[in-house]
């Protein structure tokens, strides 16, 4: 019986770092996106210049603010109206940041990677733990914004491993269809070398993100962590879970008892969470096949 050979992880994971040297460094714009970003005086004009650098940014920016997401039924011409009428300073700094980093990786259709559901997910995590941010009650608890940019790129790995190991990541998804977070990054593991939360927070240390969001890349998988900014952590990987669990099981109770000990977060929190989440559902799909369409 003929045996495939064993896999020499320290090689496989070599190759595999070098050839993550090899991907681009920041755009332009993504490196002043994240000036902006710890930027807590900046205003809305910078902002949309800083945008408007970028053609294809800038028209997925005025695409964001028609979307039924945000139900504004007037006229949005520009990256400043987008911003004052209708989506805000802080979640336009979030969004634009994460396309601009997203928009960096090509996802070939025929990989198996579901881009919709990553968008929507994302963006319920993203909108679940800005909106849990706020009833943490241990010490060390995120900052609401910090919360949501984390939780728009908490699997940002994801585009990065399909980007760069194409053919492996279609045997990964060939072989979990189904998996969830923690159990695909085992499959990733054996046929890969590496999973996704490695690569994503190498990436994000490497372009040197906040690090709640390097942190958040890397430990959201574990409930367990307790290390540097855990609460974000927990908290984001809590509601990731949470958002796969009602996008699978839409009429089931939402429920983690683990997640609100951990993070002294009332039982009405959680209830509050489903109403949002039940509410914006259809929206948030409606803005991640925007966000899922080719650019």
């Keep these: 019986m003929h045996t495939a050979p064993a896999i020499d992880h320290a090689a496989e994971l070599g190759l595999r770092v070098r050839q993550l040297n090899d991907l681009p460094p920041l755009s332009p714009v993504a490196e002043r996106l994240l000036t902006v970003l710890g930027n807590d005086e900046v205003e809305v004009g910078a902002l949309a210049r800083t945008i408007e650098l970028d053609p294809g940014l800038t028209a997925r920016v005025v695409g964001l603010a028609r979307s039924a997401f ?13 911003i004052v009428r209708v989506l805000g300073l802080e979640t336009v700094k979030s969004l634009a940041l994460s396309l601009a980093l997203s928009g960096q990786f090509q996802v070939s259709p025929t990989i198996g990677l579901d881009l919709g559901r990553y968008w929507v997910t994302a963006l319920l995590t993203a909108s679940s733990s800005r ?10 608890g995120p900052d609401p ?15 990065v491993m399909v980007h760069l190991f194409e053919a492996d990541m279609a045997r990964v998804f060939s072989l ?3 998996a969830t977070d923690s159990s695909l990054a085992a499959v990733e593991r054996t046929v ?42 927990r908290l984001v990987g809590g509601c990731a879970r949470l958002c796969h669990w009602y996008l699978d099981h839409p009429t089931e109770p939402l429920e983690d008892a683990h997640l ?35 650019h």
């Design 260 to 294: 609100r000990e951990d993070l002294g977060i009332r039982p009405d929190g959680l209830e509050a969470l489903r109403s949002l989440i039940s509410e914006r559902a259809d929206a948030i799909r409606d803005l991640a096949g925007t966000l899922a369409r080719p």
């Design 70 to 82: 945000f139900g504004y039924t007037g006229n949005v011409y520009t990256v400043r109206e987008a």
């Design 145 to 159: 914004s910090a919360a949501y940019l984390a939780g728009l790129l908490h699997n940002l790995g994801l585009l």
């Design 192 to 233: 890969v070398g590496v999973d996704h939360h490695r690569v994503g927070a190498w990436l994000a240390d490497r372009w040197h993100l906040p690090r709640e969001v390097v942190v958040v890349m890397q430990h959201h998988h574990d409930p367990t962590y307790r290390g540097l900014h855990w609460p974000c952590a």
């Design 131 to 140: 909106a849990l941010a706020s009833r943490v009650s241990v010490p060390g």
């Design 176 to 178: 979990a269809p189904a």
